[in-house]
């Protein structure tokens, strides 16, 4: 016979509550026009790669033409060279920068959003992408591990490979052209 461990190790892993981190309908959505509303939360340190997230998004809009507004929650050691980085792009009117939010603004942003980016090069089990997906936001994450193990890419959300700017262009647009509903 076998012996059953008394005290089994369970682990859990991150969740959130789906009763307050849901969407919106249609109607509550304020809309900026034929633009993207994308989202990034989290600290800005150099683990999230918000330079080669602003380097994409400048090339999205100055070679491509994609039409996106912005917004940045979260503080770090790197805003100040991250607000370099936006006015050398030439993005500083599409940037809205919000600093850290208490839970019930953080909502209202997720809802407000089309689209979480997380080009994170490593990271733990993000609860950002967990919040946004139970939004209803689409999430583009680069394609490391831990992302992986929440987002089925292409079916619930897309892994980009932080050196591939053309794909993660294609998403955008992809994104831009079947909105949420």
């Avoid at 981190?21 to 959505?29: E, H």
């Avoid at 917004?71 to 500083?92: A, C, M, P």
């Avoid at 809205?96 to 909502?107: A, I, P, V």
Wanted: charged letters at 25%.
């Amino acid at each position: 016979s076998r012996a059953v461990d008394p005290d089994p190790i369970v682990v859990i892993p991150n969740g959130v509550d789906t009763d307050f981190y849901k969407p919106i309908t249609q109607k509550q959505i304020t809309k900026i026009g034929p633009k993207l509303r994308l989202l990034f939360v989290g600290r800005f340190q150099r683990q999230k790669d918000l330079p080669g997230l602003l380097t994409k998004l400048a090339f999205a809009r100055h070679q491509h033409g994609l039409s996106f507004h912005l917004t940045l929650v979260g503080d770090g050691q790197d805003r100040d060279e991250l607000k370099r980085l936006i006015n050398v792009h030439g993005l500083s009117s599409l940037v809205d920068w919000k600093g850290w939010l208490q839970k019930d603004e953080l909502r209202k942003v997720y809802q407000q959003a089309d689209c979480l980016l997380n080009l994170s090069l490593y990271e733990g089990l993000p609860n950002t992408l967990l919040e946004a997906m139970a939004c209803g936001l689409v999430v583009i994450a680069s394609d490391i591990a831990p992302h992986r193990e929440l987002i089925s890419d292409g079916i619930t959300g897309y892994l980009v490979s932080n050196n591939d700017t053309e794909s993660f262009v294609e998403i955008l647009k992809e994104t831009l052209n079947n909105p949420k509903e």
